[in-house]
Structure formats: structure tokens, C-alpha cells
């Protein structure tokens, strides 16, 4: 995941736009990954997951994206829309049992 | 219905008092867990139950003790607030299998305020 402390990084998308949010993980041998979407006063939400024998995964207009050779892994938003406004985050887990690891998460804001 | 549900949604206290928050889940899962979110939106796992049993417990003050009376339920029960314990806290579940971990949900948070 990424460092603890860093100020939260904020996507400005156009409603109707795609959206590309990227997260660079931390440990090469983490198997699963999960994006997450937190509400302003919720609870984080799953989007979508991927395992690491996959390079691109599709739900209802997203789309994760994952490069093990460098470590990343990215969502894309097809025609972002008001209701996509929200706090996104990767979670990676490594092969330890059970414990899923957070990035710091990237705030997104569409503008009408 | 919830299918992970907090108590209670915020928790305002003074310092030095000592505070539980409860958390229960309906989905059948067999691991629990408690995470803190600070002020940054940072994610950080504190502690993991595997059928009522401890199997994660990261740096966190003594103060703060998980409780499992049954692996649906985990309370989190935090002795002696400071002011830094401020934050909200998740508690979330999952059902492990071997190496995967399927269905990891979140709870709606608990906003504890210490002043």
C-alpha cells in the first residue's frame, strides 16, 4: 500500500468522463486485490476484485487493471457519474493468511 | 438487513475514559476484523479473530483489547482514551479459506471523538 501520512490525492473528472485511478501496492507476492469505494459517512464498499493470475477484470462499468512486472494496479470508470463521487482504494493481500492491506486512497470529485 | 453492523455510529468521551464499541456480523463469516481510519482516510488493520480465536494483532497500545464471545460478534474495548485514539473505526468480516479470502465486508464505522 502506500505511505502512511501522505495528504489524500484528488481525481477531478468531468460527469460523463472515464475515470483512471491508479495505486501502486507493495509486495510482489500479494495474490488478491480489491478496490474499495468509501462514501462520505460509510463504510468502505466493494467494487471489484482481481487475482494475480489475471491482468484486467470487468464488472458494470469498471474495469481493474493489474502490472505485476511494476507493481500497479488501476480502475477505470466508464461515463463517471455524480453518484461515482467518493474516496477509492486498493487493497492488496499478501499470501499471509486473512489480512488485507489498504492503500492511502485517492478522492474523486465529478463536476457536472 | 446489515450484514455488518456497529454500535455505536459515534462515541463522543472525555480522556481517560474507557469505552467498548460492539460489532456484529450476519454473513456467516468466520474471521473479524477491527481497522482504524485517521484523519488522512488511512486504512490500518489493529486486529484479526479467526473463529473466536486471535490471529492478527498489530502494534497497538495495550490500552486497546479485542473481544470474541462467538465469531460473529467482535467488541473492541479501549482503556484510558487520549486524544490521539480519535478516529474512526471499522470492523469488518470474511470467510477464509486456505490461502483465499472471499467476501471481506466493512461495517458503517464508529466516529470516536476524545476531547
Known amino acids: 500500500g502506500e505511505s502512511v501520512g501522505l495528504h489524500l490525492p484528488t481525481l477531478s473528472v468531468q460527469e460523463g468522463d472515464n475515470s483512471i485511478i491508479n495505486c501502486a501496492y507493495s509486495?510482489?507476492?500479494?495474490?488478491?486485490f480489491i478496490w474499495y469505494k468509501q462514501e462520505s459517512g460509510k463504510g468502505p464498499q466493494f467494487i471489484i476484485d482481481?487475482?494475480?493470475?489475471?491482468d484486467k477484470r470487468q464488472g458494470q462499468r469498471v474495469t481493474v487493471l493489474l502490472n505485476k512486472t511494476v507493481k500497479h494496479l488501476s480502475l477505470q470508470i466508464a461515463a463517471t457519474q455524480p453518484g461515482d463521487s467518493a474516496v477509492y482504494f486498493c487493497?492488496?493481500?499478501?499470501?499471509?493468511?486473512?489480512?488485507?492491506?489498504f492503500g492511502a486512497g485517492t478522492q474523486v470529485v465529478v463536476t457536472p | 438487513d446489515t450484514a455488518v453492523s456497529q454500535t455505536p455510529k459515534y462515541l463522543v468521551t472525555q480522556m481517560g475514559n474507557d469505552k467498548s464499541i460492539k460489532c456484529e456480523q450476519n454473513?456467516?463469516?468466520?474471521?473479524m476484523y477491527w481497522y482504524k481510519q485517521d484523519s488522512k482516510k488511512f486504512l490500518k488493520i489493529m486486529f484479526s479473530?479467526?473463529?473466536?480465536?486471535?490471529?492478527i494483532n498489530e502494534t497497538v497500545p495495550n490500552r486497546f483489547s479485542p473481544k470474541s464471545p462467538d465469531k460473529a460478534h467482535l467488541n473492541l474495548h479501549i482503556n484510558s482514551l487520549e486524544l490521539g485514539d480519535s478516529a474512526v473505526y471499522f470492523c469488518?468480516?470474511?470467510?477464509?479459506?486456505?490461502?483465499?479470502?472471499?467476501?471481506?465486508?466493512f461495517g458503517s464505522g464508529t466516529r470516536l471523538t476524545v476531547v
Open positions: 482481481i487475482r494475480s493470475n489475471m
Open positions: 509486495n510482489s507476492a500479494s495474490d488478491y
Open positions: 469488518a468480516s470474511s470467510q477464509v479459506r486456505g490461502r483465499d479470502n472471499y467476501g471481506y465486508t
Open positions: 479473530y479467526n473463529n473466536k480465536e486471535l490471529i
Open positions: 454473513l456467516g463469516h468466520d474471521t
Open positions: 487493497a492488496e493481500k499478501p499470501p499471509s493468511w486473512g489480512k488485507l492491506q
